[in-house]
């Protein structure tokens, strides 16, 4: 069993920045792609971004060159680094893992979530 606890949510301006933590437990974190996902109100959960167990990066086209993902294997955690953010980045970011090496797009094909932290982007 993973347990993922997200952190770093908050209220913020447009142009502003934030950085998401989750952090996970159980020791085979290496192994697992991890994924951020967000969903806001009245819609369906969207793929953010995802790593896979080597560093290799996918993100969405809504947020590339604005959004980083990486991961500290030492330390159990992915992060999300969000800069210039827009009004409609506002959403609950969830956090997942997925017990593969290689990273998907899918949320279906992740195995465990974490509870959401909420990020709101005001104008």
């Known amino acids: 069993q993973v347990q993922l606890v997200e952190s770093g949510g908050g209220l913020v301006q447009s142009g502003g920045s934030l950085r998401l933590s989750c952090a996970a437990s159980g020791r085979t974190f290496s192994s697992y792609a991890m994924g951020w996902f967000r969903q806001a109100p009245g819609k369906e959960r969207q793929f953010v971004a995802t790593?896979?167990?080597?560093?290799?990066?996918l993100y969405a086209d809504s947020v590339k060159g604005r959004f980083t993902i990486s991961r500290d294997n030492a330390k159990n955690t992915v992060y999300l680094q969000m800069n210039s953010l827009k009004p409609e980045d506002t959403a609950v970011y969830y956090c997942?893992?997925?017990?593969?090496?290689?990273?998907?797009?899918?949320?279906?094909?992740?195995?465990?979530w974490g509870q959401g932290t909420q990020v709101t982007v005001s104008s």
């Open positions: 790593i896979n167990w080597s560093g290799g990066a």
């Open positions: 997942a893992a997925r017990v593969a090496a290689l990273a998907t797009t899918t949320a279906r094909n992740y195995n465990y």
